[in-house]
């Protein structure tokens, strides 16, 4: 396989883990629609990501 090719591959995967990792926290990530916009990849709090950072508040405090 090319060495640019198999780059990225291994940074799609990586993005896709990423991507899965950050909506199994309650984080909304909603993928741009071109190459051009993926800097500006859509990220934002659901109620559940602010539930589960609260709760991780409150253990870390007792």
Do not use: C, Q, W
């Not at 198999?6 to 993928?31: E, N, S, T, W």
């Amino acid at each position: 396989m090319n060495p640019l090719e198999k780059a990225v591959r291994d940074a799609a995967a990586a993005l896709h883990a990423a991507i899965a990792a950050a909506r199994a926290a309650g984080l909304r990530v909603d993928y741009p629609t071109s190459f051009d916009a993926l800097p500006g990849i859509a990220i934002s709090e659901t109620a559940k990501f602010a539930k589960l950072a609260d709760e991780a508040k409150a253990k870390t405090k007792k």
